[in-house]
């Protein structure tokens, strides 16, 4: 069985170192700072950590070394163009101010760079907040107006219908009255289809009832 020494740099170890290295690279930092932070991870002494750089880990993170570093000239880069539309953006903000800014004193901070950033970012804030709340003010009056046209549109409906439902009330009281009259024509047809009696004289001078359908 083959045994491990303690000390051995296992696959996890040389990940973290690596990829500890390329974050320093692309953040600027130097890679003393990060043997210094796997070293504390590990248990290990920085120059433990910068000698498994060099002689084992390294060569395979070629590629990925080019990659941090030119990562690491944009950020510069990006970095310097940003400052310096912040600086063009501020300087007229500070030349048309009414009032004078204050000379820095022992007393009084002056006015930094960071001091402004703030601000602005500050002012991005409340410029955001203020139009959020009148684009939810204006879909509020928009809702309203909605409910207001839906609601006018429900009470013309129930206005039709209640007229709907008067006329089909009269229409129903009419047709009652209808069969009222036909149902009272129809008894009367029938009392008068009963034929009263016939009567005639006999030669005594008797009346004498006539059988119906008699000719004599």
């Not at 570093?69 to 400052?83: D, F, I, L, S």
């Not at 410029?127 to 429900?154: D, F, I, P, R």
Request: charged share 30%.
């Amino acid at each position: 069985m083959v045994k491990v020494r303690q000390d051995a740099w296992s696959h996890e170890d040389d990940l973290l170192l690596a990829e500890t290295v390329l974050r320093h690279i692309r953040e600027g930092s130097t890679q003393l700072n990060a043997f210094e932070e796997v070293g504390d991870k590990l248990n290990r002494t920085s120059a433990a950590c910068g000698f498994r750089w060099n002689a084992e880990v390294r060569e395979k993170y070629d590629n990925a070394i080019d990659l941090a570093k030119r990562q690491r000239k944009e950020k510069k880069r990006a970095n310097a163009v940003k400052t310096t539309k912040v600086s063009q953006s501020v300087e007229p903000i500070i030349q048309n101010t009414d009032e004078e800014l204050p000379s820095p004193t022992m007393e009084e901070p002056s006015i930094t760079m960071d001091t402004v950033i703030r601000y602005l970012k500050q002012v991005k804030r409340d410029y955001y907040a203020s139009n959020q709340s009148k684009l939810s003010l204006e879909q509020m009056q928009k809702e309203n107006t909605m409910l207001k046209e839906h609601v006018s549109n429900l009470e013309k409906k129930l206005e039709s219908t209640e007229k709907q439902f008067a006329t089909v009330q009269e229409d129903y009281q009419v047709f009652m009255q209808i069969m009222d009259r036909a149902r009272k024509m129809t008894v009367l047809d029938d009392q008068g289809s009963i034929q009263s009696p016939a009567f005639r004289m006999d030669k005594n001078g008797n009346l004498q009832q006539v059988a119906n359908g008699s000719n004599q």
